[in-house]
C-alpha cells in the first residue's frame, strides 16, 4: 500500500510540475508578446519576434548552447540569453518525453550582440555544478564535391549541379597548381539556403548517383570561421591564391612592391597560394585592391585579406604535406578551396562527446613542462581516467571518446598512391566498428600526408567532426 501512495505521490509531484512549467511558459509568452511553436523536434520561440518587419539576421548572428540540463526550458533559457541583447528566435531541441534535448540555437538580432552572449555566457554555471557552453553558429550552406573528372570547367559543372538539385547559387572550382587547364578534381557547391544544401547532399549520397558517369564524394564543407569586424580592421596581411608552383616569394614581393616601393615586409609562399605581410594596413588594402585580378608569371591571382586563426588549435593542421602557416603565428585565411581537404579549420580542437555531453569548446592543453624534483611521488593511473582536455591528438581523442561510449577501439587502414613528382603520398581510414545504427561508421581524409602519423591524425578528425555532429545529440 505505502509502495502504491509513493507512486501515486509522485506522479502527482510530476503533474504538478508540469503544470507549473506550463503556467511559466506562458507567462513568458504574455510578457515578450512572443510566438512559440514545436515541430520537427524543437520548439521554436519567436522567430521572427513581434513587430519585425526586416530580414531574418545575417550569417554569424546565432550561437549553439550546449550542456544544458534536461528539465530548463525557455522560461529561464530566455531571460538569460536576453542579457546579451534582442532575441530574434530561440530553438529548443525537444524529446517525446518532453525534457529537452541538451541543446539549443540562439539568433540574436546583431552580429554584436551573439559574441557578447559567447563572452558572457560560455561556461556560465545555470546550475551548481551544470556548466552550460556557448559557440558561433553557422548554417552551413556549402558542399564538397570530390571525384569530379579534372578536365570539367567552371561552368560545365555549374549547369550540371543546377540539372540535379535545387537552389545552387554558385560554384567554386580550384584550377590545378601544375596544370591551370584542368581543375583539382573537386569543387565547391554553395547553395541559397542550408536546407537546399541538405536536401542536395541526401540527393547526391554515395552508392545512389553518378556525375559524369562516375561515382562522387559528397559531404558538408567546412564553414569559413567567422572572424569580428573590430580584428579584420587590424589585418595587414593578404592572402593570394592561384599562384603558379614556380612563381618565387621574391616575384611576389616584387610584383605588390610595384604599386608602393618597400611596403611589403615580407611573403611566405605554400604551393600555389602566399601570405604577403605589409608594415602598414593601408598598404595592404591599397595593394589588394590593384593586385586582385592580376597576372603574375602567366596566373590570373585571387588577392583577399587574410583572417586570423587560432595558433595553439591549427598549429598542427597541414596543406598539401606543408606545415600550416599559423605554424609561425601567421594571418591565415579561412580558405575553403585549399589542398585536397573539405576547408581549412581547426580540427586539432573539435567538439566532443562524452556520454552525451557536447563540449562545444575544449581547454587548451597546458604545453608547458614542468621540472621533475627528486623525490615527488608518482601514482600509477590509466590515461582514461583523465579529461578530454588532457590529449591534443585526434587519434588520442577518437581512442578515448569510443572508450566513455563503450565502444571497441577504432581501427585504421592505411592507402598510398604516388604524385606526378614520384613521391608517394598516403591517406588512411577509420572505422569505428560499434557504430551499427546505420550511421556512418567509415571516415576518411579527403587529403593526402606525407607521413602515416599525420594520415592518421587527419582520419581521426573526420570522425571526431561527423561524431560531434551527429552523435552527441
Known sequence: MNEENSAAASESNKMRGDNQKAASLLALLDKTGYNMIQENGQR?????????ERPPPPRGCEVFVGKIPRNIYEDELVPLFERAGKIYELRLMMEFSGENRGFAFVMYTTKEDAQLAIKILNNYEIRPGRFIGVCISLDNCRLFIGSIPREKKKEEILKEMKRITEGVVDVIVCPDATDRTKNRGFAFVEYESHRAAAMARRRLRPGTFQLWGRAVQVDWACPEKEVDAETMRRVKVLYV?????????????????KFKPRVVERVKKLRDYAFVHFYNREDAVAAMSVMNGKCIDGATIEVTLAKPVNKESTCKQHLNGHVNPCSENLMEFGSREDG?????????????S?????????????????????????????????????????VMRLDYFCYKNNWLPPEYYLYSTTSQDGKVHLVCKVLIPSIADGSQSCFMSHKLCTTVEDARELAAQMALLHLGKHKCF
Open 44 to 52: 521554436k520561440f519567436g522567430g521572427p519576434p513581434p513587430g519585425w
Open 241 to 257: 591564391r592561384n599562384l603558379m608552383i614556380s612563381t618565387t616569394e621574391d616575384t611576389i614581393k616584387a610584383e605588390f612592391n
Open 340 to 352: 585536397h581537404q573539405k576547408s581549412v579549420g581547426k580540427p586539432a580542437s573539435l567538439s566532443l
Open 354 to 394: 562524452l556520454n552525451g555531453q557536447h563540449s562545444p569548446s575544449s581547454p587548451e592543453v597546458e604545453w608547458y613542462p614542468y621540472p621533475f624534483l627528486p623525490g615527488v611521488k608518482l601514482i600509477p593511473i590509466s590515461m582514461y581516467s583523465l579529461k578530454s582536455s588532457y590529449f591534443s591528438s585526434a
